[in-house]
């Protein structure tokens, strides 16, 4: 059914074709742009916060990876507090698809697609790089960008959900994504007390603690197998919660 949808989406895309190229291209020059400061800042310092030029471009990669595939498969979950305030969510609660699904599956954003891909080329290139070509490494990246996923699709599913209660979310929506900026950065950079809610909130498990492990940065169990599990317990806690909850206590605006 998934790829049913894509198909008839990515009809819909081709009908634009320009459109789609115009807009890849911008988010692609902005991309390079602040890869590119990133890159002339750390070479200047020789790296900082104890990661070197390639280590610290490595995790701005992984971090852009995972935000450009979310943006192209799953950013419709942002359009939720909409489809609660115009009535479209009537619509989609009386098929017999669970209600999430519908709302991922609706359209992808062409936007972002290029982005993903050069992002995620990009990204396992110079891993391979780094580490050397390790089918366990590119294996273990594999699966925390799995849980790096699950982590930003919980942390806007929670956002998005609150609609059911408050009408307006945006404000809301757009201070985190502020916030997600600071993990294009090691968080050794940041005073203790950011570190300590970068971690609660939780935007240091997006990037900072999956490439420290890909790097050998730190090695404790423990935390791995915290940071590999933090993704999908923390979208399953807002599903069946949170989620759950306000479809519990819906009543159309329309």
């Not at 408050?166 to 950065?185: H, M």
Request: aromatic content about 14%; some cysteine.
């Amino acid at each position: 059914m998934y790829k049913e949808f894509i198909n008839r989406d990515f009809k819909r895309i081709w009908l634009y074709k320009w459109d789609v190229l115009f807009g890849n291209l911008g988010f692609l020059i902005d991309s390079l742009s602040t890869l590119f400061i990133i890159f002339v800042l750390t070479n200047f310092k020789n790296g900082i916060g104890g990661w070197s030029s390639q280590e610290v471009i490595l995790m701005y990669l992984f971090m852009h990876m995972a935000l450009s595939i979310w943006e192209t498969f799953f950013v419709t979950t942002m359009d939720i507090p909409e489809l609660i305030q115009d009535g479209t969510l009537d619509v989609l609660l009386m098929r017999p698809i669970n209600l999430l699904l519908q709302v991922i599956m609706v359209e992808i954003d062409e936007e972002a697609m290029v982005e993903a891909v050069i992002y995620t080329v990009s990204f396992f290139a110079l891993l391979i790089h780094v580490q050397g070509l390790n089918l366990l490494v590119v294996l273990l990246a594999s699966v925390l960008l799995l849980t790096t996923l699950a982590l930003i699709e919980g942390i806007y599913l929670c956002f998005s959900s609150l609609a059911f209660w408050i009408k307006q979310v945006d404000g809301v929506t757009s201070i985190y994504w502020q916030l997600i900026q600071l993990a294009d950065y090691p968080m050794s950079i940041y005073p203790k007390t950011i570190q300590i809610v970068l971690s609660i909130i939780p935007v240091g498990f997006m990037a900072y603690y999956p490439v420290s492990f890909l790097l050998h940065k730190i090695q404790h169990p423990a935390v791995m197998v915290m940071t590999i599990l933090s993704g999908p317990l923390f979208f399953l806690l807002v599903y069946h919660t949170i989620w759950k909850k306000g479809l519990q206590n819906y009543t159309s605006f329309s």
